[in-house]
């Protein structure tokens, strides 16, 4: 089979709006390549904000291949009514060269203390004796890493779990399952993942069995609706997901699925969005009390009344 690449360089501001309305018609797969620093390890310190990225996806080459270019063309149109947006590139390639496209711009990168993401098909020869490896195919889901939505919750999500043993936590909107298997590998207990994709729940119980954590990880297809079904409580969310579906989140009772003087790490969120975001969780029982910040990114770290 053939597949085709759309690819669109844009900046960091841009780059996780441009890369959800791609994976609405390129259901094969979206990533987010940071420009200004592929491959570097950056040891004891986040890495510095890339101004440019370049976000790709891929689609099957079919009958349907040029209809669904006018869809990302229209779609992209329509973003770029609202901010600058570029034409999109698009290319042919065999089905070899586009699980190759996947591992030439996929890089291993060291990130806060501990933690170090490579991906199955790339060996390390500085691992060190207290390093946390997690060894992540992204497969077609969102999560290699290397954005900084991921980047911030990592760091927040190392840092929370030291000395907390045992945590449950809850991956909301999991992606590739990056952030829940981090946190098992932190020392959480268990962590039950979901997400509205099928393709990412497939990919987080895949990375779940890579890092050998598929006992305590359970990847469900679904959102909060179907946690609030089951009626269980968290001593920790995560929540890498868009500013605009948190809100709506939190209208529809987020708060209800973490426990009383539980906490919950919030990403995606533009610095202009902050501010709603914070009220938004206030309205559904949370208090934030830290803001991380990488380029135009922030995370939100917060805590549920008592």
Not at 28 to 41: K, S
Not at 223 to 247: G, K, P, T, Y
């Amino acid at each position: 089979m053939d597949w085709v690449e759309v690819a669109l360089e844009v900046d960091g501001e841009a780059a996780e709006v441009v890369a959800e309305a791609l994976r609405r018609y390129a259901h094969q797969g979206v990533l987010i390549e940071h420009t200004a620093f592929p491959g570097e390890v950056w040891e004891d310190e986040t890495p510095p904000p890339s101004q440019h990225v370049v976000v790709r996806a891929y689609f099957p080459a079919d009958a349907q291949t040029e209809a669904r270019k006018q869809q990302i063309r229209e779609a992209l149109w329509h973003l770029g009514q609202h901010y600058p947006i570029p034409e999109p590139r698009f290319a042919t390639m065999r089905d070899d060269d586009w699980v190759e496209a996947w591992k030439r711009h996929y890089h291993p990168l060291r990130l806060g203390r501990r933690l170090y993401i490579r991906p199955p098909w790339r060996t390390v020869s500085d691992q060190r004796a207290d390093d946390v490896m997690l060894v992540l195919d992204p497969g077609t889901a969102f999560g290699t890493g290397t954005h900084p939505t991921t980047q911030l919750c990592l760091l927040a999500l190392e840092e929370w779990l030291d000395g907390r043993m045992g945590a449950n936590v809850l991956d909301l909107g999991c992606g590739s399952g990056i952030l829940g298997i981090a946190a098992l590998k932190l020392g959480a207990g268990r962590v039950l993942a979901l997400d509205t994709d099928k393709l990412a729940v497939k990919a987080t119980a895949h990375n779940a069995d890579l890092n050998g954590v598929s006992g305590r990880l359970t990847a469900l297809e679904g959102s909060l609706e179907r946690v609030q079904a089951m009626q269980q409580s968290f001593d920790l969310l995560l929540c890498n997901i868009l500013a605009r579906v948190i809100v709506r989140l939190c209208e529809s009772g987020l708060g209800d699925v973490v426990r009383p003087g539980g906490y919950a790490i919030f990403s995606g969120i533009l610095d202009t969005q902050a501010d709603e975001i914070e009220e938004a969780l206030r309205r559904t029982g949370f208090e934030a009390f830290t803001r991380r910040a990488q380029g135009d990114w922030v995370a939100i770290e917060a805590q549920k009344r008592g």
